[in-house]
């Protein structure tokens, strides 16, 4: 079993170098792959320095797009194995050691998941959680959340145990690498944001694979959350991917599974 890692800069050549430190987390069985949306450098340095397999764009793709890339790229040329080996995106905001990662696979190969998500924190300390599993979100939920500046579709995470969930967020979701292959990988219509609810969504719909919480695994996430800020083209990316999810869902309410291949 191999596990291969997907990590994507968006001008994130320090959050990378001195947080993530994706160096750590490349060994014999596990294989970090760099894509560079924007390219710099100093991070293809780095790549090289420590020997991890880097790739650039010739120009700015959206985050399905990029991870598919790497996946088809870890298929073709790291000899990726879709029954046994496992696929893991990360943002490149994000903090975790190689034992998050070990533990992350081995309590996902134990509950017999095919998509899974870590216990992700916004300090170092692990007491704040973020809020990165949810529920799918209903249109009006999406609405509200924008006028009042309240999200509805977080879930409790006081488990102490593996349990099934709705979404997580794409900070951290690990694959099965058949998995994320049936699926035909990221809906790249989505330029940034809910690609994430829309793999677990299809997953569920048309393979009936859950997606689960792994609570064992611990990670901090830094996110900038572009997307708070009004009147800025993240704000517009959110608004445009939340509404064609709403279509997704409403789609499979109105015609079934078949409508989303």
Partial sequence: MTIFISIVSHQNTIEIVHDLKPHQLASAN???????????????????????????????????????RVFQYCRKHLGMDLETDWFIILNPDLECDPQSITTFVKDMEKEGTRIGA??????????????????????WELLTS?????????????????????WASGA?????????????????????????????????????VKTHYIPGAKMVHRGKRASHTLNNKHLWWHLTSAIRFAWVRTKTALFGSKSLK
């Fill in 30 to 68: 596990q294989r970090v792959v760099l894509l560079d949306n924007k390219p710099s450098d100093d991070l293809k340095r780095y790549a090289l320095d420590h020997q991890l397999h880097y790739l650039e764009n010739d120009a700015i793709q959206g985050f399905g797009s990029n991870h598919n």
């Fill in 146 to 166: 924008y006028i009042f500046r309240k999200n509805r579709t977080g879930v409790d995470r006081c488990c102490l145990t593996a349990c099934e969930v709705d």
């Fill in 172 to 208: 951290c979701l690990a694959f099965r690498a058949d998995t994320f292959e049936a699926l035909g990988g990221f809906d790249e219509r989505y330029f940034l944001y809910y690609e994430d609810v829309d793999i677990c969504w299809r997953a569920r719909h048309l393979l009936n």
């Fill in 118 to 139: 870590p216990n992700i924190f916004k300090d170092n300390a692990f007491q704040e959680h973020e809020e990165s599993v949810r529920r799918f979100p209903y249109l």
